[in-house]
């Protein structure tokens, strides 16, 4: 099949861009955001959705990139490719779940295209790069002709494929915590294939005090919903306990005890996916606070 008929724009800047979506929108002529193109062009190809104007902002150099501030942030500009990423140091220092998480994404030409931007916005609860902003509380930056707003994680994923975005607004940037101290991350999945959307997944991160005691724990699950979860209860359960006594599989149960409707679909049960899970779980808060415990302790009682 083909797409539907659309009027292509390719904007200079963003600020081009962002107006255009706004006059677009006034008109109510149905503009969408084209950036990597490999999940919405499998979409128009196959009919599943028809669009009147497509804005196509891949080639804008102010998307692209990654950039730390002194404000104790790391900024991945929307337009940056997954494999970008994925092989960028400042990332694997300071934002190491992202780098681990997409090695897990699709394969590597789809990883050459997508960008992070896209995927966020995209917002599939099967991704991983949703969960991973979602289990670190990033921000998500979003510009209109009225200005920029930062929109925190927790508060932007709103359904399957749907977010708080306004129709007028395009995503530029993600902004994640500079990690540091004695922190420990992870990300598991079951797929049916390496590369395919996982039937269950989950995103760990762990922080440690000097006595190896929990001070800030993440667990995000990832199709196990309708957008990507945060485990709070589990997460609670952790709060000031002690590394090594902390029991990952009584945790893992936990994480998916809470879960309200689990989807259920030839890829898995909703009972299969709350076992996969579980498992998942146990096995990156393992592998999480396994790499916590190894960052050493400085002389002052301060975590380095």
Known sequence: MKPSAFEYHRPAAVREA???????????AEPKVLAGGQSLIPVLAMRLAAFGHLIDVGRLAELK??????????????????????????????????????????????????????????????????????????????????????????????????????????????????????????????ARRHGDFAVAGAAVAVQLDARDRITRSAISLFGMGS???????AE???????????????????AVAELDSVPSDLHGTADYRRKAAAVLVARALTDALGEAIRHPVVDNGATS
């Open 18 to 28: 962002v107006t255009l979506l706004a006059e677009l929108h006034e008109q109510d």
């Open 65 to 190: 990139g990654v950039s730390r501030g002194h404000d104790g942030w790391l900024t991945v500009g929307a337009g940056t490719t997954h494999a970008t990423v994925g092989g960028d140091p400042a990332v694997a220092e300071h934002v190491p779940l992202l780098a681990l998480a997409t090695p897990l994404i699709a394969h590597f030409q789809i990883r050459n295209r997508g960008t992070i931007g896209g995927a966020v916005a995209h917002a599939d609860p099967a991704a991983e790069y949703p969960a991973v902003v979602l289990a670190l509380d990033a921000e998500i930056e979003a510009t209109s002709t009225g200005g920029a707003r930062r929109i925190p994680a927790r508060d932007f994923f709103t359904g399957v494929w749907s977010t708080a975005l306004e129709p007028d607004e395009l995503l530029t940037s993600i902004r994640f915590p500079v990690c540091s101290g004695r922190r420990g991350f992870a990300i598991k999945e079951i």
């Open 236 to 254: 609670a359960g952790l709060a000031g306990a002690s590394a090594g006594e902390v029991d990952p599989q009584e945790t893992g149960h936990a």
């Open 227 to 233: 957008t990507p979860l945060r485990a709070a209860a």
